[in-house]
């Protein structure tokens, strides 16, 4: 159903916004987050995450929608807007006219529904937004079982990294969890566990990943903690032949989960 039309960027419902797009403790203080875009908001309802409310600017959406706001509403409220209260609440540009505020979902490892030799991405530490949006978006794209954030530094639902992820954080399933947790959670299901480090090290390419795995990222500046080198079954590097040495931790994620599918002959049936 439609509310009645915000005109004034004063508005507490306006604020209330602004507050979730900015501040990742009013984000889980009231377990509520935004997004933005048709496509992004589309990728929520359709994995039934629960939609509140639903912003739409139709200066900005326009008439040439195949569906207008409602057919993505999910049973929440549609409100109209004026355009300077839709980019006063925007965190980003080019959103299509439309956001949401939407239920977040918390997730746990014992949630999971794994398939048979799983493929897992799990990233310790992460904290530029940016990288784990694209990470989700090469996991979506390899057909992950889940991606698994260990001792984040960026909530899961942070503007950005939805953004980066173009939706792949509703898509895959996330999960955030202690490092020991996760490598409680690994051994207990079998799944090996290969840290992506340069020292101590064998070629990716030369590990078998046809069994249940779990690819280990850490951070670009100070890679992998001890307890995850010590948990691993198997050390792997990507060869680095130029004068430096690391590749953006989004592109290492890459390369490696695509030598998984290829060695899965291009499926994730194992």
């Known amino acids: 159903m439609k509310g009645m039309e915000i005109t004034s960027v004063q508005n507490p419902r306006v604020k209330a916004v602004v507050a979730l797009q900015q501040k990742s403790a009013e984000r889980r203080r009231t377990g509520l987050f935004v997004v933005e875009g048709r496509r992004e908001l589309e990728h929520c309802v359709e994995m039934g995450l629960e939609v509140k409310e639903v912003f739409v600017c139709e200066e900005i959406a326009g008439e040439t929608e195949e569906r207008g706001p409602e057919g ?92 980066s992820s173009i939706g792949a954080v509703f898509t895959v399933p996330c999960v955030a969890c202690g490092s020991e947790e996760c490598i409680e959670f690994l051994k207990a299901h079998g799944i090996q566990i290969l840290t992506a480090q340069l020292q101590d090290s064998e070629l990716y390419y030369d590990t078998d990943m046809r069994r249940g795995t779990a690819i280990v990222m850490g951070t670009e500046a100070t890679g992998l903690t001890d307890v995850w080198r010590e948990a691993a079954d198997a050390h792997i590097r990507i060869p680095m032949l130029g004068r430096l040495d690391s590749l953006n931790v989004s592109v290492s994620a890459a390369i490696l989960l695509y030598e998984a599918v290829r060695q899965r002959g291009g499926t994730q049936e194992g």
């Not at 799983?118 to 694209?134: C, D, S, T």
């Open 72 to 163: 993505i509403a999910a049973n929440g409220m549609v409100t109209e807007v004026t355009r300077n209260v839709y980019e006063k609440m925007a965190y980003r540009g080019g959103t299509e006219g439309v956001m949401a505020v939407v239920k977040s979902e918390g997730k746990r490892l014992e949630d999971l529904e794994l398939r048979k030799n799983p493929l897992i991405v799990v990233v310790e530490r992460v904290e530029k937004p940016g990288n784990l949006g694209a990470i989700l978006r090469s996991a979506d794209a390899a057909g992950v079982d889940a991606v698994v954030v260990c001792d984040p530094l960026t909530d899961l639902w942070n503007p950005n990294l939805i953004r």
